[in-house]
């Protein structure tokens, strides 16, 4: 119509979408600045993944191996799995949209936990389904619950093993509960992107079910322990039959040559991944004790972040202790998009942001200006 505005129109289902907000990743401060809101390893990455990155510089008018071939062999060769099950993409979070593009659509529908990864819901209502939130219990996913959530629309189950923002996890015989209960046509995403960090016994990532499944599909990523997040780099593995589908959807080309070449120098030096995880031992344990002595509680995790709540520290909330920190040049993250408007999420930071942290919310609690 004459002098109406016209503009090309996306979906509904997309529209309703919040914006993901990432955590902040900049304050000014005179001082040091200690960035914990990201989950972001300490250690950085691997030398030997740094020096292979740089090696592709003087290749960089060159398309890389759209298969992404040697690094699916030198992760299956690390896992002990079968490299034609195993698909690679620009972060775990393009394998998240893969999976929706592949098994979702308008009218059916997709299951995630209450306090379950953001990018979940999001990648849902991008393909036009339909998410269905199940709550947990004391932050941990509910497996009668999301049994309970299951109907003939159902599609997908994205379970986060540990889960992120809380760290809480569920023992593998839950997890083969779970499985056991679901219809073989439903497909159980395991998103086991802190798995590396995890040294309960019962735990396990999913390795062992995805290969023994016709439903089930493993996510990790290069992100977390190994340092390549700027790179972008996951992958998964699961049944032949849907990573064959999956194959289909995947953009050509989508993980770079950089990225192949640091992922594969990353997962084959082992000795660094042991130097995070026993930094992680050390450090976990004495974050969760010294702020439970500053009179505030910790959700018990077990992956390389902690989740701080402030509802029992009367007169003091987690905006205000994040403002405090934020001029004080500690970055954490608040996390009432995740449904705790009063917690704040930290990761586990290098030896000096460790005790900063603690120093700065010691003060904080006493009502200290000081620095």
Known sequence: MSGQLQRPQPRDSVMSIPVYVPGKSQVNSDGPVHKLSSNETPLGAS????????????????????????????????????????????GSDEILSMIANTFLEKGVEAIYCEHGFLVYPIVIQASGATPVMVKEKNCVADVDAILAAVTERTKVVFLANPNNPTGTYLPFSEIRRLHAGLPGSVLLVLDAAYAEYVSAHD?????????????????????????????????????????????????PFNVSGAAQAAGI????????????????????????????????????????????????????????????????????????NYGFPNALRMTVGSAEACERVLALLADFMKGSSDD
């Open 265 to 336: 120098a990353a997962i084959r030096d082992q000795d660094f991944v042991r130097a995070a995880v026993a930094h992680n031992d050390e450090w976990l344990p004495r974050l969760t004790k010294g702020l439970e002595d500053l009179g505030l509680s910790v959700t018990p995790s077990v992956g390389n972040f902690i989740l701080i709540h402030f509802t029992d520290a009367p007169g003091k909330s987690a905006v205000e202790a994040d403002a405090y920190l934020l001029s004080h040049g500690c970055i954490l993250r608040q996390v009432g």
């Open 47 to 90: 030398a030997k993944a740094v020096d292979a990155y740089r090696q592709i510089a003087g290749q960089l008018e060159y398309y890389p191996d759209g298969a992404s071939t040697a690094l699916r062999e030198a992760i299956g060769d690390v896992h002990g799995i079968h490299p034609g099950r195993i698909l690679c993409g620009a």
């Open 203 to 251: 735990y396990q990532s999913g390795v062992e079910l995805a290969g023994a499944s016709e439903n089930v599909l493993m996510t990790r990523t290069f992100s977390k322990i190994y340092g390549l997040a700027n790179l972008r780099l996951g992958w998964c593995f699961g049944p032949e039959a849907v990573i064959n589908a999956m194959e289909r959807v995947r953009g």
